[in-house]
């Protein structure tokens, strides 16, 4: 595709027409404070119309950015071809040269190819996947392609990078109350990726379990107490959430583990001794950590595990393993 380098005038481009337009991102601070300070380093890429206009193919942002300095002319690489489809794929060639597209883009990528290209789902998997790294894999396009129907809450959040994409095509398949309060618990958490895959799992187990939806049981006044006290950090209050719901999740083993507790509570072990099991009690085991720095504290302990021995203690507790 022949391409010539020119001086272009803000005034010559259709700014109504975004027939080659991704996704609709804000501008960023760091776009203008860059072509402030140095000025425009890549061209933008242009289509000349009949009308001998110019529409965008690739520049969105960098042009807005330009408009708002009162930069009226600017260094544009521009074709008279007039295969759409053909442009619309060396943009997005050109793009994915300089910088690797957000999960949003790939999603309007996919809507503007079918919906305005009128082009089949396969011929997207097969021309265009490449161009993105992805291969001809049918699985991206069923991981990307609902993104687009998510709130623009979620759009955002993933547009960021903030969640997990997986969860995101989740939540596609919920009520719009389920993924504004799953949101809501991410923000007031601050939830990691992996931490949001274990959250929606249990929240799914907890509300199936108790016969309820997912928004019912995130409403409940035990668990929206969690999210309030501003004392406590995102991390504990995440803490916090994960052991409750655990609970309500495995009763048999919260009695389980709080028997446990409270058996090595009334033991009044010294500080430098500590027992525990395993997470779920699954090995039957008993763990003991012993550190001494001296021989007084060596002594004690020895004395403390004869005791414990002879009041039957360490018979009880194995016995609750």
């Known amino acids: ?35 402030r300070k140095i000025g425009l380093i890549q061209p933008l890429f242009l289509q000349k119309k009949d009308n001998n206009q110019f529409r965008i193919v690739d520049g969105f942002k960098r042009l807005k950015a330009l408009s708002e300095l009162g930069i009226g002319h600017f260094s544009a690489f521009v074709t008279d071809h007039k295969d759409d489809v053909q442009i619309f794929k060396t943009g997005i060639e050109y793009n994915h040269a300089l910088r ?29 996947f490449p161009l993105l790294g992805f291969g001809a894999n049918p699985q991206v396009y069923e991981l990307y392609a609902p993104l687009s129907s998510l709130d623009p809450d979620w759009q955002q959040a993933l547009r960021t990078d903030q969640v997990s994409l997986e969860v995101a095509g989740v939540m596609v398949n919920e009520s719009p109350e389920t993924r504004q309060q799953f949101l809501r618990w ?27 939806s997912v928004d019912e049981l995130a409403r409940q006044s035990e668990l929206e107490a969690i999210l309030q006290p501003e004392k406590l950090t995102p991390s504990q209050k995440a803490g916090h959430m994960k052991k409750v719901l655990l609970q309500k999740r495995y009763p048999r083993f919260h009695e389980h583990q709080t028997h446990f507790d409270e058996l090595i509570k009334n033991a009044s072990l010294p500080e430098n001794v500590s027992m525990r099991t395993d997470s779920y009690f699954e090995s039957g085991q008993l763990q003991i950590l012993w550190t001494v720095r001296e021989i007084n504290e060596y002594k004690n302990a020895l004395n403390k595990f004869d005791e414990l021995l002879q009041s039957g203690f360490i018979h009880n507790l194995l016995e609750s393993l």
């Open 100 to 128: 690797s597209y957000h999960a949003m883009e790939i999603a309007g990528l996919i809507q503007k190819a079918e919906h305005h290209f009128h082009l089949h789902r396969a011929t997207v998997i097969r021309e265009f």
């Open 1 to 35: 595709m022949k391409k010539e380098l020119i001086e272009c005038q803000i005034q010559a481009i259709d700014l109504q027409d975004e027939t080659f337009r991704l996704y609709p991102d804000p501008l960023e601070p760091h776009l203008l404070q860059s072509i």
């Open 186 to 212: 991410i923000n007031i958490m601050r939830l990691n990726k992996n931490q949001q895959r274990d959250f929606w799992q249990l929240l799914l187990d907890v509300a199936r379990k108790s016969q309820c």
